[in-house]
């Protein structure tokens, strides 16, 4: 069981209620997120429902937030060129310019940027019916100025895992959202893939976490949005 500290940002009626309180709720404030080990998707499970949270591993100790409060910034430095082969087609034309945060972690150390993973760890075995999860992407919205308004309700946005010639497209904002946009995690897990975007501005992704009690009795989804802004 990892140990980790965890930091809610409080705003509204709850800092107001916070300060009644004598609690100095200025301890509580949203991070950006640009660098260093990051679980994006992390999920808990309290015997009634699920919670996500996004597990930050580049600190020491590490620390969580609720999703709300974290900004992801995709430097500069992840852009590169959409990589040849008919495999890559669903990252647009051959030879464009894209933003990966890559599914290594030498990678992303050496261009500094963040290495975004997906973990299970903090779910028990024989809790979860087959002992599994899905994260499914729900939502993948735009804002190309990054003003606020999202242009698009779909957004060229993808996850995808490369094993030698072999690439595996996971998840895909910018084809309309399918069934195909789920994922089965086994419990205790943790995964890194490659998280492509296609062009700089705001990106606004909502995922889900599903799954039943071992007995088959229904647990609600979970739902999230994260916010990652591409940096040109």
Do not use: C
Not at 8 to 16: D, I, K, Q, R, S
Not at 46 to 56: C, I, K, M, P, T
């Amino acid at each position: 069981m990892r140990t980790r500290n965890r930091l809610l940002t409080v705003t509204g009626v709850a800092a107001a209620a916070l300060s009644m309180a004598g609690i100095n709720s200025s301890a509580f404030a949203a991070v950006t997120l640009s660098s260093g080990h990051v679980d994006v998707l992390d999920t808990e499970y309290d015997g009634s429902a699920f919670h996500l949270h996004v597990h930050d591993e580049s600190v020491t100790p590490d620390v969580e937030y609720d999703p709300a409060d974290v900004t992801f910034q995709v430097k500069a430095a992840a852009k590169t060129t959409r990589p040849a082969g008919s495999a890559y087609n669903f990252l647009g034309a051959t030879g464009s310019t894209l933003w990966i945060l890559p599914q290594s972690e030498t990678d992303a150390a050496a261009k500094g940027v963040l290495w975004p993973g997906f973990s299970t760890e903090e779910l028990a075995t024989g809790v979860l019916q087959n002992d599994r999860v899905t994260y499914t992407l729900t939502g993948a919205q735009y804002d190309a100025a990054s003003d606020g308004v999202y242009e698009d309700s779909t957004a060229d946005f993808s996850v995808y895992g490369v094993s030698g010639s072999t690439v595996t497209k996971y998840y895909d904002g910018g084809d309309g959202l399918t069934t195909s946009d789920a994922r089965n995690f086994t419990v205790g897990d943790h995964k890194h893939y490659n998280w492509a975007f296609e062009g700089a501005g705001t990106y606004k992704l909502t995922f889900k976490v599903s799954g039943k009690k071992a007995n088959g009795t229904a647990i609600p989804d979970t739902t999230a949005s994260y916010v990652f802004k591409v940096v040109n």
